[in-house]
């Protein structure tokens, strides 16, 4: 690469770009020492952009106190979604647990990874 760069005028965009690969090779090609690497990072960038789209809607939310909010109830129906939960089950279940007084000090016990649905309604 670095031969053929020098084939390209150095204000080219293809010049640019092969100067641009070669400045992060060591990182293009860890995998290959690594067999632990992941070629795809689409599970990462899936997560990322959720919360990059989040983080730029939070913008219009009003307030800092209901970016904040609108932020933990992202991120808890991100955390019902990777554990496979219902977040609408989950946020149902949660709120009539604190409507009917759940103590605050077992708070623990109302988190996704806590959440345990109801096999059957009661009658």
């Known amino acids: ?7 390209f005028s150095r204000s080219s965009k293809l010049a640019e770009d092969i100067r ?10 860890r995998f290959l020492n690594d067999g632990r690497l992941e070629l795809d990072t689409n599970p990462v960038e899936n997560q990322i952009s959720k919360i990059a789209l989040t983080r730029k809607n939070a ?5 800092e106190v209901g970016a904040e909010n609108w ?7 991100a955390n019902c979604k990777m554990t496979n939960i219902d977040p609408v089950s989950y946020l149902t279940n949660t709120l009539r647990a604190l409507l009917d007084g759940h103590p605050k000090s077992g708070i623990d016990d109302l988190m996704p990874w806590n ?9």
Request: no cysteine.
């Open 1 to 7: 690469m670095r031969r053929s760069s020098r084939a």
């Open 20 to 29: 641009y690969t070669l400045a992060r090779w060591p990182g293009l090609t």
């Open 59 to 63: 913008l219009f939310a009003g307030h």
């Open 71 to 77: 932020a933990m109830l992202v991120s808890l129906i």
């Open 115 to 123: 959440f345990a649905p109801a096999s059957s309604l009661a009658a």
